[in-house]
């Protein structure tokens, strides 16, 4: 049994100005739970699940018996969100029958804008415009530690129709599996969704870079020296350093690139997301954003909730998942826990920071290749500032 909950409180932060396309608002409730219980809020608006109960979002915990979250929401916005009591295990995420109705009529509104936000989007090529196109090249690490390794790199359609245009850059670790056909894991199929994204406008054309894994060094390089892990000698941030050192300026050096975080984003699932977020919490001054799937954060939750607890002005854009299947349910307690200390140290849920959950997927290329679309659309959706 559970007590009923007091009246929901929604409050729209203060802003100086609302002239932006979102504006943060904190939903909290007062509710007692039971061990395994959480609190989920669902709404119309994609960000809340689409009124969809598995897709709800769970609320944090930090202040309990106060459950809450901050959340972007589109100005003039107005709904009632509906609340409920879920087991939060993740076998039982998909079930839609798991969901007890916890009774609110609070209403949220949000100010209307002032005026019209948001980055301006490219012209989209004609049919006329050249195809995309990679191209490869060996690059050579200057620690003798680190072995030679293949970069791939994704030139958008139009790149070769002008010499003046700049394209935004994409990092993706792993790149054996990142674009089609794939390595003996799969593929992500990155150059196939990207490429499918930009035709329709519903993202930037940009410029991805794969940077092939260093194969059985792969361990030691995508794992930063503060975690001990079995006997490897872990080197994520001496690698990280040469990303940012040797292969960044190459790039730069050899296509036109739009250059500063704002315009630099980073790309990995399992260890490739974990020095993805160590990336998001060092290098916030080089990568603006950090795509981090199913991030193995079983390898030190501790030290991964401490980081996830600094403020968010020190920390890039930052969207992490993990799916519900397989070993350890895709470390999704694990993704959870972090994903709590990021609220509780401040982070607002929607374009600063995003998580979802992959119902019924395990730890693959195939999972991330689903929800990459998603992850795309949140990575470059419009902002309201522009270089």
Do not use: C
Request: net charge negative.
């Amino acid at each position: 049994m559970f007590r009923r909950s007091t009246p929901i409180r929604a409050l729209a932060l203060a802003l100086a100005a609302s002239t932006g396309p979102a504006v943060p608002v904190e939903i909290a409730l007062h509710q007692e739970t039971l061990p395994g219980q959480s609190v989920f809020v669902s709404g119309p608006l994609p960000l809340l699940g689409g009124g969809d109960v598995r897709r709800a979002v769970k609320l944090s915990p930090h202040q309990y018996p106060v459950w809450s979250i901050v959340i972007d929401l589109p100005p003039g916005t107005s709904f009632q969100p509906k609340f409920y009591l879920r087991d939060d295990a993740p076998a039982r995420l998909a079930d839609a029958g798991n969901a007890t109705p916890i009774p609110t009529t609070h209403t949220i509104t949000t100010p209307a804008a002032e005026e019209p936000g948001g980055l301006q989007r490219d012209p989209v090529p004609g049919p006329g415009a050249s195809i995309p196109r990679r191209e490869s090249f060996t690059w050579t690490p200057s620690a003798p530690l680190f072995k030679p390794r293949a970069i791939t790199v994704l030139l958008p359609r139009g790149y070769d129709d002008t010499t003046t245009r700049r394209y935004p850059v994409l990092y993706a670790e792993d790149g054996q599996n990142v674009f089609s056909p794939g390595g003996p894991f799969g593929s992500w199929d990155l150059d196939l969704i990207a490429t499918d994204l930009i035709r329709r406008g519903e993202i930037p054309e940009i410029i991805i870079v794969s940077i092939d894994n260093g194969g059985v060094d792969r361990i030691a390089e995508y794992i930063p020296e503060w975690i001990v892990y079995k006997d490897v000698p872990t080197r994520g941030g001496e690698y990280l350093r040469l990303l940012i050192g040797e292969v960044m300026p190459e790039i730069d050096r050899r296509y036109r690139t739009k250059r500063g975080p704002a315009n630099t984003a980073h790309l990995g699932s399992s260890l490739g997301g974990v020095i993805g977020f160590e990336a998001a919490n060092e290098h916030a001054d080089v990568f603006g954003a950090v795509v981090a799937m199913s991030p193995s954060f079983w390898l030190n939750r501790p030290g991964f909730v401490e980081r996830a607890g600094r403020p968010p002005s020190t920390r890039a854009r930052l969207y992490i998942d993990s799916g519900t299947e397989g070993p350890n349910s895709d470390a999704y307690a694990d993704t959870m826990a972090v994903r709590d200390a990021l609220i509780e140290s401040g982070h607002v849920f929607g374009a600063p920071f995003l998580h979802t959950v992959g119902l019924g997927d395990g730890h693959n290329e195939a999972a991330w290749r689903g929800r990459l679309p998603g992850a795309l659309r949140w990575l470059y959706a419009p902002t309201t500032t522009t270089e």
